[in-house]
């Protein structure tokens, strides 16, 4: 009974998913595009203290990179914190701009506004594509010079072909404040928007409605296509949405390890479901050939990338 006063990363969920992987799962779907992670393998090292390795099973460029770590009494120490982080707070151009969500930023930045974006300049950040590497994939934000709500963004994401084979979209959330703040951003949170993995898990479907859009289409009855078509909604992905938010914010002992805050997930949930869905941004792993003829497009702004870890 004692050990359930500490985060048991190893409690089993399903035969092969135990709590740390499923909340690894939901997390790093709503956190970190490009570091998504759902396997975990646990080692019970005395009451309270786990050895663990976070594992890397799906690789879009051929490298697998584990990660491993320890939990002492409800502490999590990683051995090498560059691997599973947040992208930076400004890693999209729309970071800190004063305006509403219908305005532009083309707009907004002529009216004299500064742009504090991780890749500086629409300018700078054309440029600094120039140089990537050909052969390199690389983790790009892509900020849309003007929000859309989801189902526009799916038509506007499926009107170009990409090679690319996920999708994360970046969601609008306020800092999860109902009143307007001149500050429009504190965290990134979003999901991934594409069909990319399949899961043969259960949940409190009442509790979490649509957690997961990507069930084993045997043991759900439900086909490929139809898993498609849920996609294209954007009242199931707002659900879908809320739910990964709710379930993130009830799980305090792994978002205390990971330095996250509960109340943060609760308001952006509760801000959702009020206003819909925003999106301003997306990411993705693409190589110099394919960001090149991203950033032609009339609806992006402009596009920030980072060395895929």
């Known amino acids: 009974m004692l050990r359930e006063f500490y985060y048991n990363p190893g409690k089993k969920i399903t035969e092969n998913m135990n709590q740390m992987g499923y909340d690894m799962m939901i997390y790093t779907n709503l956190t970190m595009p490009g570091s998504y992670r759902d396997n975990v393998t646990v080692e019970a090292n005395g009451y309270g203290n786990y050895d663990i390795c976070i594992n890397q099973v799906v690789s879009y460029d051929n490298r697998f990179v584990n990660l491993p770590g320890k939990i002492e009494r409800g502490k999590l120490t990683l ?23 219908s305005d532009s930023l083309r707009d907004l930045v002529a009216s004299g506004q ?14 600094a594509i120039q140089e990537l590497d050909e052969d390199t994939k690389y983790n790009a934000y892509i900020t849309l010079d003007r929000m859309m709500d989801y ?23 306020n800092g999860g404040n109902e ?116 950033n032609e497009m009339e609806e992006v702004f402009e596009i920030y990338t980072v060395p895929n870890q």
Request: charged fraction near 25%; proline fraction near 3%; hydrophobic fraction near 40%.
């Open 151 to 173: 189902g526009d963004f799916i038509k506007f994401l499926n009107s170009n072909e990409y090679s690319v084979p996920e999708v994360w979209c970046a969601v609008y959330t």
């Open 114 to 127: 500064q742009i504090y974006g991780a890749a500086g300049t629409p300018e700078a950040a054309a440029a």
């Open 179 to 294: 009143t307007k703040e001149e500050r429009m951003f504190i965290d990134n949170l979003g999901f991934t928007c594409t069909l990319s993995r399949i899961y043969s898990l259960d949940w409190d479907r009442e509790k979490y409605p649509n957690l997961l859009i990507a069930e084993d289409t045997q043991a759900s009855g439900v086909d490929t296509e139809e898993l498609e078509k849920n996609i294209l909604r954007e009242d199931y992905m707002q659900t879908h949405f809320v739910s990964m938010l709710r379930y993130m914010a009830d799980q305090k002992e792994f978002l205390k390890m990971m330095k996250e805050s509960p109340e943060l997930m609760s308001q952006a949930a509760d801000y959702i479901e009020k206003n819909s869905l925003k999106i301003y941004g997306f990411a993705l792993l693409a190589d110099k050939e394919e960001l090149l003829k991203i």
């Open 79 to 101: 051995y090498d914190v560059n691997i599973l982080k947040r992208p930076t707070g400004n890693a999209f151009a729309w970071f800190q701009m004063k305006g509403e969500t």
